[in-house]
């Protein structure tokens, strides 16, 4: 017997929140959120992204227990301002039970149907700064706290219910004692000169704050294009700015700019918190905190998170001062491995960008859709 529930109490949220904690508990690979963090994220009061999304989010249980969870998303931009019906479903987590999938899938396609919206996609959040995806490939690596960790099965489940592939993503790491550093420094010092433009580098984090709205600026001109992006407001920005920024080490955010003074290409990489994450299971206190603290102090792995470059400066060498800026970074604090947040498979230009660092995707993902009939 299959019941839904829906949470709404601080208890309630609470359980929908650690309910992953079980299903995954004692698998290496699982990347385990800050418990608090993630009810403020789920929070409309807390997060901005609720100016425009609205969610409901479901338990399943089955013989007592929990067994699954959902949440069923829409974002008002996207179908008001957009067209774009659709009505999203994401932080997916189930049993291996087909039947516990279709409940909650059932739900979320009931709520858009009530809603007249004409398609179901997912996993994905509220906006395109969200996790995205269930895992096709890549189960035995490690996740990142930017991604949500699933089994084989879930894929499984949702094509037996008839959802089919949507969008595709991949996850690419590189090593980076494989990449040319020198070659990087020559064409930087090159194109500096030829289009007359500044690397902007920081040692303490106030120092970029002034810069971050002109960076989601840039931001949304370079990603409006691609067939995930939803506006990012005000309010998102200055909460990216109180949730992230101070947890980037400073060196990791790069900015060129010309010379004006205006930004025309940015990035930013971030320290791998997987392993301080798994430790802390879950709390910031009385222990996670320090193990957060000393992965973004002494980082091995970096995850790089966003870049972005002007359009009329595509495909004039300018990522060349970012990568020059990075790989002496790198060298200074002996990191070993970048890795790639999910990138859309239809982004030439970002894999293009990155094809003599000679990647390899040990990771895909995909979301699935299923038209509301």
């Known amino acids: 017997m ?3 529930k829906e949470m709404k109490t601080k208890k309630e949220m609470k359980q929908f929140v650690k309910f992953p904690f079980s299903l995954f508990k004692g698998n290496p690979y699982w990347v385990p959120p800050i418990v608090k963090g993630e009810l403020e994220s789920l929070d409309k009061h807390k997060n901005p992204a609720f100016e425009h999304a609205n969610a409901r989010f479901f338990v399943a249980f089955k013989h007592g227990k929990i067994a699954g969870r959902i949440a069923a998303i829409t974002n008002s931009y996207e179908i008001d301002k957009q067209g774009i019906k659709k009505m999203r479903f994401g932080w997916y987590d189930v049993i291996d039970d087909v039947e516990v999938s279709r409940a909650l899938l059932d739900k979320v396609i009931a709520i858009g149907k009530e809603n007249d919206l004409e398609y179901v996609e997912g996993p994905v959040g509220f906006s395109n700064l969200d996790k995205v995806g269930v895992l096709t490939k890549g189960f035995h690596h490690i996740g990142t706290m930017i991604t949500w960790y699933s089994q084989p099965y879930y894929k499984e489940h949702l094509e037996n219910l008839g959802f089919v592939k949507e969008k595709e993503y991949l996850e690419n790491k590189f090593e980076i004692k494989n990449v040319n550093h020198p070659y990087y420094a020559r064409i930087s010092k090159i194109i500096k000169k030829r289009f007359k433009l500044k690397s902007l580098n920081f040692t303490q984090t106030k120092d970029i704050m002034p810069y971050v709205d002109d960076m989601f600026d840039l931001f949304s001109k370079t990603y409006s294009k691609l067939s995930s992006y939803v506006p990012i407001s005000d309010k998102q920005i200055a909460y990216f700015k109180e949730k992230y920024i101070k947890f980037i080490n400073p060196e990791f955010i790069q900015f060129v700019i010309d010379e004006n003074g205006k930004m025309i290409a940015f ?17 910031l206190f009385p222990f996670g905190v320090f193990h957060l603290l000393k992965a973004r102090k002494n980082p091995k792995v970096v995850t790089s998170y966003l870049i972005g ?23 200074k604090q002996n990191v070993e491995t970048m890795v790639r947040t999910p990138e859309l498979e239809e982004n030439t230009a970002i894999h293009q960008l990155w094809k003599n660092f000679n990647p390899v995707t040990h990771k895909r993902r995909r979301t699935y859709r299923l038209n509301i009939e």
Request: glycine share 4%.
């Open 2 to 4: 299959i019941t839904l």
């Open 309 to 331: 470059v002007e359009e009329e400066y595509q495909n004039k060498g300018v990522t060349a001062i970012i990568f020059d800026e990075y790989l002496s970074a790198f060298k």
């Open 267 to 283: 990035a930013i990489i971030m320290p791998s918190f997987s392993k301080a994450l798994q430790k802390a299971n879950g709390n």
